[in-house]
């Protein structure tokens, strides 16, 4: 029997991180497009401690949960879960990079 962890908190997990991900990419370089998207961007960047860490803890507890759970996986379980999973730790670095950036051009990191 599963426990409660890997049959609800996991997916919701990579739902929420492939979210956050997509909400943060479509504001960041779709922006242009519509007043709500440069407003979501807005609050991204005046909340970007806050989402970055939200999104560190949920990318570590899939590569955990993976790894822990890594002999278990079977075929392309195994296989789907350790590709997304390192996505998204390459979409969490990307979006600290372009925050860091964006904090950095507007003068509040010097």
């Known amino acids: 029997m599963e426990s409660f962890a890997s049959r609800f908190l996991i997916p919701f997990t990579?739902?929420?991180c492939t979210a956050f991900s997509v909400l943060y990419f479509m504001s960041k370089?779709?922006?242009?497009l519509s007043v709500y998207l440069i407003q979501l961007h807005g609050q991204f960047l005046?909340?970007?401690?806050?989402?970055?860490?939200?999104?560190f803890l949920g990318v570590i507890s899939l590569a955990v949960h993976n790894l822990v759970n890594f002999d278990k996986m079977k075929g392309f379980k195994k296989f789907a879960a350790?590709?997304?999973?390192?996505?998204?730790?390459?979409?969490f670095l990307t979006k600290v990079l372009y925050a860091v950036t964006d904090l950095y051009i507007v003068g509040q990191i010097q």
């Open 14 to 16: 990579y739902i929420a």
């Open 82 to 91: 350790v590709t997304f999973t390192i996505a998204l730790f390459i979409a």
């Open 46 to 55: 005046l909340h970007w401690g806050l989402f970055l860490f939200l999104n």
């Open 29 to 32: 370089f779709q922006g242009a």
